[in-house]
């Protein structure tokens, strides 16, 4: 059992909240931390949580803390983690880690030189369906990693510092570029370095300083491309997808809009039918258990587990540095216009690449483009001259 | 928290025993009981169970027994029901709870008897779509309930006993058909009278006694209609979804086949892909957390909440009896091939129904029967006259 | 190419029309029979028809007419056609063919005896999926046919006389079940005699006097039992779908609401979305090529191709008679609640049916009910002993 | 009714062939040229065309065509064409329309100097979801258009002339990015100037020179970006799918692997189950009609009755040069590494965009972000002052 300090009172300490004390788990929010007072000890009572306080210290240090869940607003992170420390308090801080890489290597060379235990909130890597997609992709089951897509996009967020360059560090890519490109290192191999990105980015509907809308793709040294797509301009409810492409299979996810729950109503139940859906009536996609489908449970069965198994988690705060350098390298982007390299001044993986797939020898000859059946049952083999370069193809038995 | 005896280590006791201890959570199978002494010391190793006996009555009795949960053939239950009320302990019987109306009313009176609290774990109700879609219909979403269509269907049982109806007491109704008509029951109203049914059922493939193949209908105080699906002989994998239609809405549930992680794999990864499954390579359609989509961890969680509260769970005895007396009466209909009354003994809902909905009034002469928007954006009206009985098509504006 | 006289200028009138005329197509439409004058002449200019009559009969002996096509309301198909017999033309008809069977044999009759060509016009079974689903259970790709389901449900029919049961000869069955019916009949196989039939249908929502929801079971020869649900209270659009289920697969089509065109608008277009679509914002559900995909375009190729063929087309009036048939079984069920046979006193397949799978024998004493692969990778058998009737299990290689 | 002479007999010109003379079609083939004569023989008998060459200029000017369908390899459009020109023969050219501008610019130009009736056979902006997406793009169905995804992605072509770069032009790009880039245009509206492109292409998997893989932006005078996936690479069958995400809405589009026709089939008919499906077993994705949903159907249906009716096609040679300069920036970004503008010597369109969508003025002091709708039912509102940029939140009515 953990007893949690819960700072942030907002939309994600709400669904932490719930994840953490709900169904049967053995864990529970003790304390918990707001700036506003009314909002803390509404958010107290209604989740069952003894403690509340305005003060942030206090929630750390108390004595029935045992470790410090971080919810708050991203230029809040630095402060807190450093409280955590100070405390020599385990500390788990939500996604994205800090506003940038500098701040993120601060903040994870301040828990490593302390050596307390940490864990970086990345909850979509921990959806159900994308840890078994991780999995089988580890087994083999798509072969060698080419290309990965994956997308958030919605209206937008409901809360306002996320509309803010100053608090957030940015726009759509701060606020989901970070899960989008951690689920593409997921699938392409934690080890492997990303080497290069480039990202379009602009701000095409609302009137704020920071980009409602962006694509990049980040380019690894084993040649395999991942892409992320974030928008707040996406009409439509929460679009949640991810998608891997590999020299021997393919996996499609859709975390939110099309689950297998389908809902037509002509006039609405007046109820809450799922997070940043657009309406009430007509059509409808709602999700079954929000909590486990966006990853929060088991996000925090793997972090509570470590923590008491005295193990790293999947997901620490140097993941978190690595995707802040990324999404920095994203933003340079943006404004040079061309691929910018991925600065990684502490780097843990494996250095180079697997370079292209091995040509298969069909014979002395040539080396095999492809194999393939035609409806007449035959097969047809296209073949290149390793001397010449010639193509050509050959019907098999003919 | 709560110290669980499992009674039972096939699949379905691993499936429970899983979703109790599963992530972060505070209960705990404490003993285990199995008839065959390898299997069950195997099972309690691999799932840290301390004890296990192959005495029933030691298992239940054992003082650190809070709770019994019994995953036994469906011939046993009765027994195992009998132990637990000897012994005062609280009891969780899996679906079925009987093998026919009598037994289970037998089973239904000695807990009730002893005022020992009863859960009925009928898990396809409590999966997280299930139970939101529920909540929506309560709420009103489809308006009034006209229709309902719960379908299991898949390549047959994994354990020997299913396919001796002696011991199982039916074929695929028994083993899936509870299911469907608990969920159909449930989306139609619990205290709704279920009148009577029509069924078909045929063996049409296994070298069996009784039926792998049914399909029928129960038809509901509200006239309201539930069909139940269910086959042993299905190709594909596990098809489980259900349907609603109400006056104002439907609702489409597919629980697992396609739930929004779709995979391709030229050459298997080795490894289990999902309960059920057909294939290991090819397009294949996996379930991301298998015993939450089942429904277990939320049916627990009802369970185990309701006994510390002091409440019964949403499934009790009642309603496993309940299911018993339909499906009774499905396997008489299968014989007399017509209609056939739901014998309900004991019945603790409302009577009579609610009739066809009142008919719209147009004006003093018609009835509206549909009211369209046409293509050319003009809204056409069909009428009945109330006196003539004569049908009549107006355009509104024209 | 084709002239053909088109009777009616309803929807179905629209539709036959479009498809005949449509794209590069040789056909065209050269009179057009109304009984509305205003209604007939709007019709002809809009579809570029050079004439225009209110003369059922001068229609269809006019010198251009090579064809006759029904398009007109159920009461009125008999009279049709023998003005057509009278003239001598080739004669398609709308389904249903008739308003039961006895007027549907009459029609039948009367158009053998006189050796006209005749077509039923039963568009959903030429639905290009339709037609591609029949010819993979053809040709052996879910093996046996054991169960099928046809299912067409929406909000109700355009025009006022499908709601008078004196008109129409019935409700939502007559309407669509014979579609479903036919769709069935095709994937169990057209020469495989339709035994009986248990049927519920109700007046659920509407003010009128026939079903406006029902679901039907027809059993057949080789033990197969084709599903039949139909519904004129469905919310939510068109609900369009066919399943078939055999020993060795499965198959799952969706014509209408999920065809991978998936549209989100938050403010509608003004325009008109598709054939009974509810809503013109939220998620909608397009269609992409209507006249295509509800199965007229290859409908008309195959009867104009067969009348210039001078060979039968895939659908005739005999066709019809059989359906019809099968709905009068349909009806009587309603009444008797009980399972009806069907009446046919015109059959020309073949009786007798296959009768169970042959059990497949595992040695000498044990029959085989399954084999599967377990999740540790061993092959499990369970198996039945012949003389004992013992049901046991085995893992192969242990 | 038009009299075509056919260039080329690999699979273009078979589904060309079939497209132009299936169903009830007036048009037919009257003459096919092929290099391999016995090839040629064997497509004309087997089509029903004829007269069969290994002239191509004696196809073209035989007295019988009345049109030329150039589907031949791409090194090969230009000599086609010229012939054509020189012929007077109105000419329809295969996509792409030439491997790169300058070549595209040539063809051009010939045709346009001779007056010669010219059309693009860009299918995949044909299929009938595209034609209706577009149509409802064009409405408004999802306000101003902001960005679009186009993927086209299979295990390769099926012909050796594909794999050369000397004879195509290039790789995927060339093959597909061609389809992916006009359907992108087709959205934005092709009146918008596409100004730069940014690519990422490599070869991945395959034994060439050209790239396997790639992925591209296309960023317009709008503001809209308009995405294109290409891969050789794909495992699964082929994905072909569009998406478009405006201010009010979004659409998404699955051409082929979802199109609501699923089959399982646990041992193979031995059939043609699909182009380009990847097996005959387990779960596949058939499609009704794929010559109708590739587009076929409907582009002859305009080229054909744009040449009867003196009116230039929806695709026209022009369109054909747009997309060639837009992959050669593709091309040339993906040597630079930066974004690349699109150098479109004429250029018929308009000039300028539109820039960002207004900021909704909330009051005298702010801009309205976002409004929403909260769980409890009031209204949030995220504000911008516009003086001081600081943003708030506001809930209404409180």
């Given at each position: ?15 932490y909240?719930?994840?953490l ?17 009314e ?20 929630a ?12 708050l607003?991203n230029?809040?992170?630095k402060e ?8 020599k ?20 060379e ?13 909850d ?18 798509v ?9 958030e ?12 360059k ?35 980015g ?12 962006a ?10 491309v991942?892409q ?12 949640l ?11 499609w996810?859709n975390?939110?809009l ?19 859906a ?56 943006m404004?040079?216009?061309?691929w910018?390299?991925?600065?990684l001044?502490?780097?843990?993986g ?6 292209r ?42």
């Amino acid at each position: 059992m953990a007893r949690i300090a819960m700072l942030g009172t907002g939309l994600i300490g709400m669904f932490y909240t719930v994840a953490l004390q709900g169904k049967r788990g053995r864990d529970e929010v003790t304390v918990v931390y707001g700036r506003d007072p009314e909002r803390t000890k509404a958010f107290a009572e209604k989740h069952g949580v003894p403690r509340w306080t305005t003060e942030m210290a206090e929630a750390i240090a108390a004595s029935e803390t045992d470790a410090v869940v971080i919810g708050l607003p991203n230029h809040l992170h630095k402060e807190a983690v450093a409280l955590a420390v100070e405390a020599k308090k385990p500390v788990l801080c939500t996604k994205p880690l800090a506003r940038n890489a500098a701040e993120a290597r601060e903040i994870l060379e301040v828990v490593e030189k302390a050596g307390i235990f940490h864990g970086y909130l990345e909850d979509l890597v921990y959806t159900p369906k994308t840890l078994k997609a991780i999995a089988s992709v580890q087994q083999g089951a798509v072969g060698k990693v080419l290309w990965t897509r994956s997308r958030e996009a919605h209206p937008g967020p409901h809360s306002d510092w996320f509309w803010n360059k100053e608090l957030s560090g940015g726009g759509a890519i701060v606020d989901m570029g970070c899960h989008c490109i951690e689920i593409g290192r997921s699938f392409v191999g934690k080890d492997v370095r990303p080497l290069e990105v480039v990202c379009w980015g602009d701000t095409q509907v609302h009137p704020i300083e920071a980009e409602d809308h962006a694509v990049g793709l980040v380019r690894y040294a084993t040649g395999a491309v991942a892409q992320f797509e974030v928008a707040w301009t996406f009409r439509g409810g929460m679009d949640l997808r991810d998608e891997v492409s590999g020299t021997e299979g393919s996996i499609w996810l859709n975390h939110w809009l099309r689950t297998g729950f389908e809902v037509f109503s002509s006039g609405g139940p007046g109820g809450y039918v799922a997070e940043k859906a657009e309406s009430e009536t007509g059509w409808m996609f709602p999700v079954g258990d929000e909590a486990a489908a966006l990853g929060y449970e088991a996000m925090f069965t793997d972090m509570l587990d470590a923590l008491e198994a005295g193990r790293p988690p999947v997901e620490t705060f140097y993941d978190g540095y690595v995707v802040n350098a990324i999404m920095d390298a994203a933003y340079r982007s943006m404004e040079t216009k061309r691929w910018e390299p991925v600065e990684l001044e502490i780097w843990r993986g494996t250095e180079g690449g697997e370079g292209r797939a091995a040509a298969a020898a069909y014979d002395e000859r040539y080396d095999l483009i492809k194999r393939e059946r035609m409806p007449d049952g035959r097969v047809k083999l296209i073949l290149k001259d390793r001397s010449s370069g010639e193509v050509v193809q050959k019907v098999e038995g003919s």
